[in-house]
């Protein structure tokens, strides 16, 4: 008897280990992403940190205004990283206008909202996390949830008219025919043919951004807009072409691309702590509204360095890769083709290329896939400063690295 009884006691432990091992597993694929790490860097070449050296002295004197945080990357290594301690409590004070109310003028407490852009509750750190305001860098960022909504078959095709999507709204006919003839590719590229006016100005200034997101529905404003050419032929930068690109995502997937994008992309790439914002409509801002850490932003980055792939999946099929860094648009402003634009990135003409993604207040990521280099810049100079912009001299330090043999930025157990 007592054989049989350990008999079954065995059993019953196999049964509950084998179980417990089950929920391990799911827990670990409830969680891909996890496993993967930024390894701190462990040395660099002399000449490196001699500028990395300058460009930090230049950060805490203030050279480029409001630098919040840097965070630099090659592979998957860490060349520098910083958080900069900024007490926008004291910078606000005293700023008021158009964008909003500092952290002592707000009359009441409805005016301390999340476009509110002078009153530190929300900017440029929501609620004093370390998830930082990348205004419109969730451009770029949305469009890699566009490609990979087509990648898994939720959209056809980046050719497909957007018209479906937008048929329920009260159109004038020539919108309809207009939007008809529009396709997904005209919206990435920023050359829907709408009258805009944004590019240029500051959030005090009276802007089409600006009246957007004072309206109680962001799409309706935007296709309220006049026609001024045919889709694809000419570029115009618009935070609300960006803006039909959420509305886009919920019709496809039946999910706001808050969820859609948590599942499908931030969950596999380990992004677990971010923030968006809601439009009043309830739909969420997919042209600034996005809050990440600087991390978590690159690792974006260094997905579009592997090509859309991460742990062994492919989130981002490697010819939507290769054209969201293609200048789709050769020359924006006309000016013999210094600069272009790729699907929701700015492409620069540096040697070697550079791939761009910008945000209000001097939000930055830059990446280099070629040298497998991401960096990103979170600052806040939305208040009248005088500093310089840091990008020049960013661009100066990434070719210096993107120059210096691997051997030489090695991480701690010299992998």
Known sequence: MAIKHFQKLITFLLVVISFSCQQQ??????????????????????????????????????????????????????????????????????????????????????????????????????????QHSVQSITKSVVSAIVVNAILNGHIGSINDSIYPYFSHYDLSDSMQQHLKSTTLKDLLTMQMGLEWTEEGLTLESKSDVTQMELSDDWIAYVLSRKIVAAPGEQWVYSSGVSQLLSQIIQSATGRDIRDYAEEMLFKKLGIIDFYWKTTPSGLSDTEGGLYLKAGDLAKIGLLYQQKGRWDGEQLISEKFISESLDRQVKDIYQDGGKEGYGYQWWISVHEPPLSVALGYGNQIMVIMPEKEIVAIVYSWNVFDNGGSYVLGDLFKLLGKIAKTPNSSVSNEDGQ
Do not use: V
Not at 79 to 91: E, M
Not at 114 to 122: E, T
């Open 25 to 130: 597993d799911q827990r670990r694929d409830d969680q891909p992403g996890q496993a993967f790490k930024w390894k701190e860097n462990a040395a660099i070449d002399p000449a490196i940190a001699r500028s990395l050296d300058t460009l930090n002295s230049n950060i805490e004197n203030r050279q480029y205004g409001y630098l919040d945080e840097i965070f630099i990357a090659k592979g998957d290594r860490i060349i520098f990283q910083k958080q900069y301690d900024l007490n926008y409590d004291s910078i606000s004070w005293g700023k008021s206008g158009k964008m909003g109310c500092g952290s002592n003028m707000c009359e009441d407490s409805t005016q301390i909202n999340l476009y509110n852009y002078y009153h530190p509750k929300y900017h440029p750190y929501y609620l004093k996390s370390n």
